[in-house]
């Protein structure tokens, strides 16, 4: 990776005492328990669509009937990296409450390691601009 590991808190900030770590394409709004808006980041430059800290996977169907499929997500070798570089960070700074955050798809491909984000009360069914995240629970997938 040629980005400095420096450049990780660009794209991480605290919301009620974890260190949240965004790997999706856009900005995610918190809310702390305080009830205070906190915005995390992305790493990815206003008119860009990707950058080297975003975390994708890959869709496999298998074909489990005439029209059905059961679809799983896969993680990749370059998402395994950007991890581990995210990990290396968190432990270099002495952070132990790390979660790092993803889309669905991708905390399904790397069980374990990257978080969904479930939404703060109140927020459950409000359009995407609205939306606001809580850091009281995570979404979590096991193989």
């Given at each position: 990776m040629a980005t400095s590991l420096s450049t990780i808190a660009a794209f991480s900030a605290q919301v009620d005492?974890?260190?949240?770590?965004?790997?999706?394409?856009?900005?995610i709004c918190f809310l702390s328990k305080d009830g205070e808006t906190v915005v995390v980041p992305t790493s990815v430059a206003p008119g860009e669509k990707t950058s080297e800290w975003v975390v994708n996977a890959r869709v496999v169907e298998e074909q489990v009937g005439e029209d059905l499929v059961c679809t799983t997500f896969v993680g990749s070798p370059e998402g395994e990296a950007?991890?581990?570089?995210?990990?290396?960070?968190?432990?270099?700074?002495?952070?132990?409450?790390?979660?790092?955050?993803?889309?669905?798809?991708?905390?399904?491909?790397?069980?374990?390691r990257v978080l969904g984000m479930c939404p703060a009360?109140?927020?459950?069914?409000?359009?995407?601009?609205?939306?606001?995240?809580?850091?009281?629970?995570?979404?979590?997938?096991?193989k």
């Amino acid at each position: 990776m040629a980005t400095s590991l420096s450049t990780i808190a660009a794209f991480s900030a605290q919301v009620d005492g974890k260190v949240i770590v965004n790997t999706t394409p856009h900005a995610i709004c918190f809310l702390s328990k305080d009830g205070e808006t906190v915005v995390v980041p992305t790493s990815v430059a206003p008119g860009e669509k990707t950058s080297e800290w975003v975390v994708n996977a890959r869709v496999v169907e298998e074909q489990v009937g005439e029209d059905l499929v059961c679809t799983t997500f896969v993680g990749s070798p370059e998402g395994e990296a950007i991890l581990d570089q995210l990990e290396q960070w968190a432990s270099e700074e002495g952070h132990d409450n790390l979660r790092i955050v993803g889309s669905i798809i991708a905390a399904q491909a790397y069980p374990g390691r990257v978080l969904g984000m479930c939404p703060a009360p109140g927020f459950e069914r409000v359009p995407p601009a609205e939306k606001r995240m809580t850091a009281q629970k995570f979404t979590v997938y096991t193989k």
